[in-house]
């Protein structure tokens, strides 16, 4: 065995050099590799270094790096040096190479001496952090080695910012240097950014030397990190950290700063601390930024692409940024719906944007004056400096003053736009029509029809800013107004039995047709034709009719209603004295007597079906004679066409009448056998009472002038008709002549009885002459009938 260092084989050596370095025993290492040059190559020592126990002064073995590193020759600090070699006694050689084998640990770069005392450093670093978790030794070692790159960049952007982060932060846990040394940067920026109350710092003194070795791309996970906070932490970061002096970085920066705020979704107008932050966000691009010209994007594009022309800082860009920041405020919208807005929508969508605008908020309408005069110049800005520069004032003014009146801002409204309307950008007639649209608007949406409540109410008040004296179109709105007004105290409904809505009467396009349900489902209601002429009158005219036949239309119906409900004599009165002077001078008039007339003079049989008897005496005569004077006004305003159903009415009603005057007859026969001379008498008073003495009866007169104008009209009807027609008129001339057969075999009564059914008997021949003469186109000779 060998008693001396000098008599050890070199696996021996070594094998006892790393004993020795277990032990931290340098003079003694130097010493053995001094005498055995030859058995440690440089990664031979510098493997048998890392036995070094952790704690070891990196000042005692740091000078055997330092000569590995300048290729120099180890000197023996002390010759004398006693070697315990029991750890190498005993052994073979191959034993001793076996061991080293699996006691030396691998160095990762071998390419050359720098890259071996590299590989050396970092594998020791890791081994003292791990070990011991003495970061500051570590960094003893290595910054002695920073004249390494690869030492340097560790150093600068791992250990140093390690060594803050567990002695200057204080920050726990922290990771083992080897393990945050072998991070992903997006991992490693979630040790570093931690604490929110520290991001400013985080970022100057740990992230930025951090990413100072790293590639510049590597910023984009610090744009994501930093864009997970909440917006305002953000702001302030942006405001107090400056970003690395370096041109690409900062543009990087710039981008992402204008990209926070265009994907920030506040759109509450009371975070003031939002939109502040993001004025100042935009001032602090321009602090930091050379800004140089450039064009204003036409489209918004992808804001989720941070390459995005949008973000970049231009002074078009902050520009534009200032003004969408402030529009959003007022507008209560996000800067990314607010952009597209200015930068993509047409005028329609700005004028929508700007009407809600006006009525934002859920107690819009609730605003006084002074929260309206706010809006309005909100509104005002928003056009000339914000984002609704495709608007031209009228439209602005138009929303504001629509906005006030549906807000119920009468007074402030009528002040701006009506009594002091040169100092606004609307003319009086661009005020009307925008006070008829709310006034249409209050319609539609009003639930009963009263205008002296709820949104009629407000509907008359919109409609007098404009004063005493309104236009055409006004005119006509206060007449819808008055007609809905008027109809809402009767009852008047859908045909699913609804009450009719007043939104439904201002857009019906037959107005008129409207009255009869409201004479079905309000007894008695015809008694006031008047009323309904002029409720129908403004309805007509406020849905933009014109009233002008109206009254007789009206006359018509109420003269239907009368006989619906049974009212004859009222029905007769309306075709007399209203509807016929009005015929005389009016067609419509004239249409609606005739069928009026027609209707009436067919009421018989109703009569008797709701009372259960025939007319009978005086009443019965008085009766029938109404019935044959409006079957007269009937032939005489009829049209051809519809002379024969008159006629034919004509002929029953004169049935009707031989029916009663032989049932007279009869009974005055059976007063004269009974010896009631009285009675007999009063017989004849009411047969005489529909007769005038020496004249044929009105009625009678009247249909043969009637008939005379239709045949003479007949002239260009077909055979067929006027056929008919002379069939018709003989059917009553034989009716007629068979009554005054009748009459003539009663003439045995006593001298009065036969004087009286003469006058009767000459009355019906003459009629009967006269019509029928008049009918062939003949003058009557009144002489020779009565002789």
Known sequence: MPSTIQGLSAPKAVLLSASLAASADIPRIRCLISKHPTAFSQETLLRVLLFLPETTPPQTYIPLLNAILRGEQLGIENENLKFDL??????????????????????TSTDSTESLVTSYLIARADHIDTETGALSIAAELLQQFRRLPAIDQLFTGTVKVLYKLVYAFEREPTPELAIFRQLQVEDALEVLI????????????????????????EWRHVWARLGALPLTQTVAIINE?????????????????????YLCKETDPEARDTWEGMHSVHRRVGELMKLPEGE???KVGDLKDRQNSLFAATKQNLALLDTVISSSALLERSLAETV???LESSSDVQKAVMRQYVRSGANWDTRDDAAWTRVRDGARWLRQHGVLSKLTPEDVE??????????????????????????????????????????????????????TRGKMKHAHQTLQILGPTPSPAITRAHALLNAIHALSSYSLTTRNGAPLLPVQIRITHHPLSLIP????????????????????????????????????????????????????DTAYSFCTSRLLPLAKHSQEAASTLWRAALLAGKFGAAYEAMTGISPMGPTGLKFLEQKRELLAYALDYCPPEASMEVLAQWRRNEEEMEVLLELEKEAEAEHVRLGSGPVQQQQQERRASISREGEAPQSLFEVARGAARVFTAGRGMDMGAVGAMGSTLG???????????????????????????????????????????WVLGAQPNMEQQRR
Not at 194 to 217: G, R
Not at 244 to 258: G, K, L, N, T, V
Request: hydrophobic fraction near 40%; charge should be negative; aromatic fraction near 4%.
């Open 86 to 107: 029991s750890p190498v006694e005993g052994i073979s050689d191959n034993t001793a190479q076996q061991k080293l084998s699996r006691l030396l640990p691998v160095l």
């Open 340 to 342: 597209r807005i200015r």
């Open 731 to 773: 059917g009553l001339a034989g009716g007629l002549q068979g009554g005054l057969q009748a009459m003539g075999q009663a003439q045995t009564a006593d001298g009065e009885r036969a004087r009286k059914r003469d006058i009767v008997g000459g009355m019906v021949t003459r009629g009967l002459a006269g019509g029928l003469g």
């Open 517 to 568: 349900p409201l004479l079905n489902t309000n007894p008695c209601t015809f008694l006031k034709p008047d009323h309904l002429i002029s409720i129908a009158q403004d309805l007509v005219l406020g849905t933009g009719g014109d009233p002008i036949d109206v009254p007789e239309k009206v006359l018509g119906m109420c003269t239907e209603a009368a006989l619906q409900e049974q009212d004859f």
């Open 241 to 261: 950290w400056d970003p690395p002096d370096d041109e690409e970085i900062r543009e990087e920066w710039a981008r992402w700063a204008i990209q926070l705020c």
């Open 398 to 451: 138009q929303s504001i003053l629509a906005g006030m009146l549906s807000g119920a801002r009468f007074g402030l409204a009528k002040n701006i736009y009506v009594t002091n309307n040169r100092t606004s950008d609307l003319s009086l007639e661009e005020v009307e029509k925008v006070v008829l649209t709310v006034f249409n608007d209050y319609i539609d949406n009003a639930t009963n029809g009263n205008k």
């Open 296 to 298: 204003m994007p036409e």
């Open 194 to 217: 931690a604490d929110p109350d520290t991001i400013t710092s985080d970022l100057a003194e740990l992230v930025e030397p951090y990413l100072a070795v790293k590639a510049k791309k």
